[in-house]
């Protein structure tokens, strides 16, 4: 089971304030707009995502589909038979992606009451 690309999408209070202190260490901005309350930023193979107003807790965040760049990959395990996999585990759903061959998310909780995000922006490979 692929689960592509890993960021972690942090609930921010000032997204300006927490812009600049990621720029400090190193991280650039790759996607987003301030404006809109979100940026995705980068260092090296590291992503963090930076959401103001969208999130009440942090959020473990994983894009089948893509690699650490945003790039969309030709071959991945598309997020509803992810979901399935899960489902058969015996894993609970918090959301559920719905079904087709598109864009679908679902969130889970781990035992800590951490949110874990499977966020698919990429048609799937089928």
Known sequence: MQLGCFSISLAVKDISASKVFYEKL????IHGDEKQGWVIMKNGDINIGLFQGMFDKNILTFNPGWDQ???????FTDVRDIQKKLKESGIEFKEEAKDGSGPASFIVVDPDGNPVL????????K
């Open 26 to 29: 190193g991280f650039s901005k």
């Open 69 to 75: 760049n945003a790039k969309e990959l030709n071959d």
């Open 118 to 125: 499977v966020d698919q922006h990429v048609k799937s490979p």
